[in-house]
């Protein structure tokens, strides 16, 4: 899995990004921190989020979002994160 034709986000643009889907989604907004893990669990186009060996390491990437042909999205967290969380 060589993400490298995928397309980097600036940690700005993420946020600015999470800021306007979190205004649309919730009008009269939204406790922060919020439980990004339960939040896409519970997201009808996510099919499932699981561990990926050595994606910080090999790549600089701590999560990928992969988009697949029926309009969904599996993500895949770098092991040593999704393990941290997890514990």
């Given amino acids: 899995m060589d993400p ?6 600036t940690n ?4 600015r ?3 306007e889907i979190l205004a649309d989604a919730f ?5 922060i921190p919020i439980d990004i893990d339960r939040l896409a669990q519970r ?6 989020i699981a561990s990926a060996e050595l994606l910080e390491d ?3 990437v701590a999560a ?3 988009s697949k042909p029926n309009g969904h999205f599996d993500i895949f967290v770098d ?7 997890r514990a």
């Fill in 4 to 9: 490298s034709h995928a397309r980097r986000y």
């Fill in 27 to 31: 009008p009269k907004g939204i406790r």
């Fill in 17 to 19: 990004i999470v800021s």
């Fill in 58 to 60: 090999q790549f600089k």
């Fill in 12 to 15: 700005a643009e993420i946020e």
């Fill in 79 to 85: 092991e040593d994160t999704f393990n941290s969380y």
């Fill in 64 to 66: 990928l979002l992969i």
């Fill in 43 to 48: 997201h009808e186009l996510v099919d499932d």
